[in-house]
């Protein structure tokens, strides 16, 4: 009902809707339609009232909202999600993502917090995660894949994102370094990381962990990340919409994960290489025999980084802790 | 202590050895030996006392005892496993040891219960566990090695497993179905289940389960299992000692783990292809178009099962249940 209320406000975006109006179209009393306007005001929803005229919404919350998310994720196809859970501070969406995971919660399920106590990337290390200002997510996948392909999952998320961001956050130029950090201009904005659980050869569940720095100020990374980590809001001079990143990025998923799933990593594959910003330059990499310099020169089916030494031999690279800092 | 005065009752077999001598060699009080002496006795070891001759040995527990295992762990090169935790009876070694490997638990953890009252296998099938007559354990392996690879440590498992019993158990013709059961006759005397947690392409603990049938009689299989499943005793016409078989088993695998981590997989492609069974028999089997009949012809290098389909056209299967029934 909230969000019935809420669409015809926002149709209305100039004007007023008179509480006679709502309460004919919805079939519910001029009580129960303050009681839900005062609802949606609790959540953060500007609303005047007028006794004259009706109401009209003046102001969205800078807050995550469910009927906001719910609203957008349909208004964009993402069918994907179906369960969403939003959380104002936990320790880590991941860890909650992993026990509705181990207790049979099923795929699309979606775990989103304003704040995050102990956010956590790669290698244990702290995703910092300041209250409001980014999308710290998680959600549940049961692909039924063998779980060698599981780094070609990693792959297709970090396309899913990087195609939804570049729509929203149009005209950035965002891209990919392999496997699945998104830049722009050579600074992180978004990490991803998929916890997998396995038995013999079948994906149990993976739990997909999101981090996007969407409206991050320059005040908010210390000196030492200025030059290597940045925000959409930074970068595009304005803040963005959370609620429209999330939904935009379940709807890109969607349609790559039903790709994939029926005509394989190819496709994948090709969008992967064409957003990517790895390919091409050499670097110093680390394998069996130590350091070497090599060019990355395509990803093998399998989704590792097919790497061309100084004299010719082309051998894959499967993890980014190979790939060593330049300078 | 225990163990040592073990070890000397042992080498004594024919023999008492005087509680003189045990106190001088371990610098402790003949009541002190006494006391130990009655704790091996409360742990089911037979020990005869002669007031005048000594002690003697004679009858080992039919229970796992940890002094029992440590020593043959110790005799046999099992460095391996630093901790074992044997229990009585518990729900199931997986999941005791997925939590202790959660909790950071080094490789080589082991956990072994008499009795299992959740044993679980392969796609969340029972595994049934009566107390005493099998071996039901659990180990941890932290193995450097990207996530693709773990279906090479299913296979490698198979192998050291199927070599220990071939020792142990000699002269039975143990061998090796496609990917990891052990049969003798085309029936099944063990089932092994890999755990696997992931994070992006980096596994983070492998917690692999083992079930080996050693003593169960006939009667403790009902009849729809009398041509699908036997155990050890049934196969040779006599009782094994499990301590045995559970050292011989991490010998062998530390010692393939070991050539599997230094040179790769193909040394134990060779052996896994030299014990299978599953090898250029024609069977039928599942694949994305539908059933096929086809020829299992090899493993490839990443452990999956190339089969040949009557055009001649060879293509890998990932999944024990691709395998279709015969008949």
């Known amino acids: 009902m909230n969000n019935r209320i809420l669409q015809m406000l926002e149709q209305q975006s100039e004007g007023y809707v008179s509480g006679e109006m709502l309460s004919q179209e919805l079939q519910i009393s001029r009580t129960a339609v303050w009681k ?3 609802k949606l005001e609790s959540e953060g929803y500007l609303i005047e009232a007028s006794r004259r005229l009706g109401y009209k919404l003046i102001g969205r919350p800078s807050k995550l909202t469910l009927p ?12 994907l999600v179906q369960s969403v859970k939003l959380f104002d501070s936990i320790d880590s969406t991941q860890n909650i993502a992993q ?7 099923p795929e699309g399920t979606l775990v989103i917090a304003e704040q995050q106590t102990s956010g ?3 290698m244990g290390r702290k995703w910092v995660s300041p209250s409001g200002k980014g999308i710290y997510m998680s959600y549940i996948l049961r692909p039924g894949i063998p779980l060698q392909f599981a780094p070609q999952l990693t792959l297709l998320t970090a396309v899913a994102l990087c195609r939804a961001l570049r729509s929203v956050a149009a005209p950035l130029d965002i891209g990919i370094k392999w496997p699945n950090d998104l830049l722009i201009g050579g600074k992180k904005i978004s990490g991803i990381l998929l916890e997998s659980t396995a038995e013999d050869e079948r994906l149990r569940y993976v739990v997909t962990g999101i981090g996007i720095s969407v409206n991050l100020t320059r005040e908010d990374y210390p000196p030492e990340l200025h030059d290597i980590a940045t925000s959409l809001a930074i970068e595009l001079g304005r803040t963005l919409d959370r609620a ?3 939904a935009s990025f379940f709807a890109q998923f969607q349609q790559l994960y039903a790709v994939y799933l029926k005509e394989g990593f190819a496709p994948i594959k090709m969008l992967w290489e064409a957003l990517s910003v790895s390919l091409h330059k050499p670097r110093k990499l680390l394998v069996a025999g130590g350091e070497i310099t090599a060019t990355p020169v395509s990803l093998n089916d399998q989704g590792a980084l ?8 082309i051998i894959p690279i499967f993890s980014a802790e190979q790939m060593l800092q330049q300078g």
Request: charge should be negative; charged fraction near 30%; aromatic fraction near 0%.
């Open 120 to 122: 956590r990337g790669r």
């Open 244 to 246: 429209e990143i999330i």
């Open 306 to 313: 097919m790497v061309q030494s100084e004299d010719g031999t």
């Open 36 to 38: 839900h306007i005062k």
């Open 99 to 105: 026990r509705l995971a181990e207790d049979g919660a």
């Open 68 to 79: 906001e998310l719910t609203q957008q994720l349909q208004q964009k196809g993402a069918q």
